[in-house]
């Protein structure tokens, strides 16, 4: 009998490994592969919708060039490609998003009547506007006396701006407010 064998036992040539434990070498890794994978497509809690917001930092820095500094706003700005309140979110950004920002703003004291009355811009009143999102709707007036201008949307929404927005504003100067609704496509 071989002493480094001992009693009743065989030892395995060198570089091999027994079944079970080339099953828990190859196993224990895939395992871990499957449960991330499961965590990762398991449907979570629903999300809310886009929450109105109140900050103007992001409304100046945007538009605040073309309409004046604004004193107050309510608005929403989300990603139009995700459902609101779905549980689902992309996890994987793709090549372009497509940011929605609406809302309704207050200009300085006189600010639509400064904007509107710019010959090139040619305000006319505007149509029934496009209903806003029911989060927004208790911040728009009844009543209101909407102006637009294709042109002010297009000096607004010009090729060199960021992430390529589009859209249109409406102004009231009776109650110097304006309203918005663009779509920003970053590439």
């Not at 071989?2 to 091999?16: I, L, T």
């Not at 900050?55 to 538009?63: G, I, Q, S």
């Not at 992430?163 to 009776?174: K, Q, R, V």
């Amino acid at each position: 009998m071989d002493a480094q064998r001992g009693p009743g036992r065989q030892q395995e040539p060198r570089g091999r490994t027994n079944r079970r434990r080339f099953l828990l070498i190859a196993g224990i890794p895939l395992l871990a592969v499957g449960a991330g994978t499961a965590y990762a497509v398991w449907p979570g809690p629903a999300r809310p919708g886009p929450q109105v917001r109140t900050d103007l930092e992001p409304l100046n820095a945007r538009f605040g060039p073309y309409v004046g500094t604004l004193g107050e706003a309510h608005w929403l700005g989300y990603d139009i490609d995700e459902k609101p309140g779905s549980a689902e979110s992309r996890t994987i950004p793709s090549p372009d998003s497509r940011i929605r920002l609406v809302g309704v703003a207050r200009l300085a004291a006189g600010g639509a009547a400064a904007i509107t009355g710019r010959a090139e811009h040619a305000f006319a009143p505007a149509a029934a506007p496009a209903e806003l999102p029911a989060e927004l709707a208790p911040y728009a007036p009844a009543g209101a006396a909407w102006q637009h201008s294709g042109q002010f949307d297009a000096h607004a929404n010009h090729k060199g701006a960021e992430g390529h927005p589009s859209g249109e504003y409406l102004f009231d100067t009776a109650r110097d407010l304006v309203r918005f609704d663009l779509l920003y496509l970053y590439t």
